[in-house]
């Protein structure tokens, strides 16, 4: 752990230093492991090695796409690109006190968990005294966590400097955070999915008698199961990368900065360059290649409205199932399509994927007292459609 007494000058001739209560928590949480280290001596538990080679190395390119997504949208967030080189260090500085609170995040999450893993697996082996003694380790490690949120909350969010963040008032900055309980900062999941790939490329090593020594080693030749949800197509990346784009051009336009114009410039330009390269993509397709096209973004649309549902209630609630559920019969009249021209195409089919998740919409459409008469033939029409179509979830 880097030390607390990390300054960074900014271009305001600012000094940018960590919160001060980092050294504290910083010294605890170390006390606190040694605590956590004599407890894993104490219960050690059997480590499974059942896993394959192949296995291994398959989540070890998951995980290094993974690392992939992150450092992108690392970068994207910090946005230096959109930015004169001169106001380069006044992110800069920030991004190094966030990294040592992601450094602080994770080591306290690694901790959290064992101790919350160690009491599931000895919960019903031990004296009641013990499981004390460890659920008071655990509640120690919580609360350290709690501490550390609290100073993320005091810091630049990546992409600010500390002279934009000093300008907002304390609902603006609440604003820039996304609703809901606060998740992992992203220098914390950084490190997590590197030491994870790590430690993925140590038991490939392991298992290949020390034939594989690197991340290139472990992924080289390996390709991810076929099984389950289909693969994401390139222009399909790009669809996401744009509405990631217009998502962060609201944000900046609402977000007060010297900055500002020039931000919101750079990200009208990089959205107008992606949707030109999608409508030049669109634009060469024909026949079962138009309609997969097509499904695709049916799908992408099927995510967001998910995840729309999940935080609305009442009639909203209900607009956004029929619309969940129009969309997946939406998709079967496609599927039909793709299937006249391309008989052989193999195609997932969304509602076989999950069936219970379409059961559940469609019960509690039926009981949330907000539909019409006609809404509820049209709900009996589109089950009637999903439970007889005759596809499995099969990919094309």
Request: hydrophobic share 35%; glycine share 4%.
């Amino acid at each position: 752990m880097k030390s607390a007494s990390n300054m960074k000058k900014t271009e305001s001739n600012q000094t940018l230093t960590l919160p001060k209560e980092f050294a504290a928590v910083n010294q605890r949480l170390a006390t606190l492991g040694d605590a956590v280290d004599q407890m894993l001596s104490t219960f050690q538990r059997s480590v499974s090695t059942a896993s394959s080679l192949d296995d291994v190395r398959r989540e070890a390119l998951k995980t290094h796409l993974e690392l992939q997504g992150l450092r992108e949208e690392y970068d994207n967030t910090l946005g230096l690109e959109m930015v004169e080189p001169s106001e380069h260090p006044a992110l800069e500085a920030v991004t190094e006190i966030r990294n040592q609170l992601g450094e602080l995040y994770f080591t306290y999450k690694m901790r959290y968990e064992a101790v919350r893993d160690t009491i599931k697996a000895v919960k019903a082996k031990v004296a009641p005294d013990v499981i004390e003694g460890l659920m008071n380790l655990h509640n120690l490690i919580k609360q350290e966590g709690v501490t550390i949120q609290e100073m993320l909350n005091t810091v630049p969010e990546l992409g600010m400097t500390q002279a934009e963040w000093d300008s907002l008032d304390n609902d603006q900055r609440r604003g820039l955070r996304k609703p809901g309980r606060s998740k992992a900062p992203i220098e914390a999941m950084l490190l997590r999915t590197e030491r994870h790939l790590l430690d993925l490329v140590a038991t490939a090593n392991m298992l290949s008698k020390g034939e594989i020594r690197t991340v290139e080693q472990a992924i080289k030749g390996t390709e991810l199961s076929r099984r389950g949800r289909p693969e994401v197509s390139t222009v399909g990346k790009m669809d996401r990368k744009l509405v990631n784009l217009k998502k962060k051009l609201e944000l900046t336009a609402r977000t007060p900065s010297k900055m500002q114009e020039l931000k919101i410039a750079r990200l009208q330009a990089q959205i107008e360059d992606v949707q030109l390269e999608i409508e030049a993509h669109d634009a060469n397709l024909t026949g079962a290649a138009l309609h997969k096209r097509e499904l695709e973004k049916l799908r992408a649309r099927h995510r967001d409205l998910a995840v729309a549902e999940v935080t609305s209630t009442d009639r909203e609630q209900a607009s956004l199932l029929m619309a969940i559920m129009r969309n997946e019969t939406e998709q079967l009249e496609v599927i039909d399509k793709i299937r006249e021209l391309e008989p052989d195409a193999r195609i997932t089919v969304t509602h076989k994927v999950n069936p219970a998740q379409t059961m559940d919409r469609i019960k509690r459409l039926r009981t949330n007292g907000r539909l019409k008469e006609k809404e509820l033939e049209e709900v009996d029409r589109m089950e009637k459609a999903l439970t007889n179509y005759k596809f499995s979830r099969n990919r094309y």
